[in-house]
Each structure stands twice: as C-alpha cells, then as structure tokens.
C-alpha cells in the first residue's frame, strides 16, 4: 500500500516541480500551460492553508487570554468580597 502512495507523491513531486517557472524553457510545449497552472493553484492552496491555520491560532491565543482575564477577574472579587463570618 505504502509503496502506491509513495509512487504517486513522486509523480505529483515531479509534476509539480517541473510547473516551477525555472523549467519555463524545458517543458514540452503541449503540457507546458497545464504544468504551470498545477504549480499555480498547489502555491495557491498552500497560501490560503497557511492563512486559515494562522486565522485559528490566533482564534485559539484571543480565547487563551480570555479565559486567563476572566480567571484572575473572579479571583480577585473573591479576594476583594468581604467574607460573611
């Protein structure tokens, strides 16, 4: 199984590699617009996936810190209430 999948990773290395505008010379000119625009949208992807991961961990550290200033707010009403004894 691993071996399948090992395969086809190469294969989508290597056609993505060779979309890389530094291959612009080298490509056959039948598949040269379709290498290219592979390249393309797998930057795209990677850029939007980086921004959505990016956009949760500073979801994650604003609710960090909400909890973290809602804990020391009640600690310190209960620190300030006068106790009933």
């Known amino acids: 199984m691993w071996r399948g999948v090992l395969g086809v990773l190469a294969v ?3 056609v993505y590699g060779y ?3 530094y ?3 080298y490509r056959p000119t039948a598949v040269d617009r ?3 625009s592979f390249h393309t949208e797998v930057d795209s992807a990677a850029r ?3 921004q959505a991961l990016a956009g949760l961990d500073q979801s994650r550290a ?3 810190i909400r909890n973290f200033i809602d804990r020391i707010q009640s600690e310190i009403l209960s620190k300030t209430r006068p106790s009933s004894s």
Do not use: S
């Open 12 to 14: 989508v290395l290597a």
């Open 34 to 36: 379709a290498l290219q």
């Open 23 to 25: 291959f612009d010379g």
């Open 48 to 50: 939007a996936g980086k």
């Open 19 to 21: 979309g890389h505008p």
């Open 62 to 64: 604003n609710q960090a």
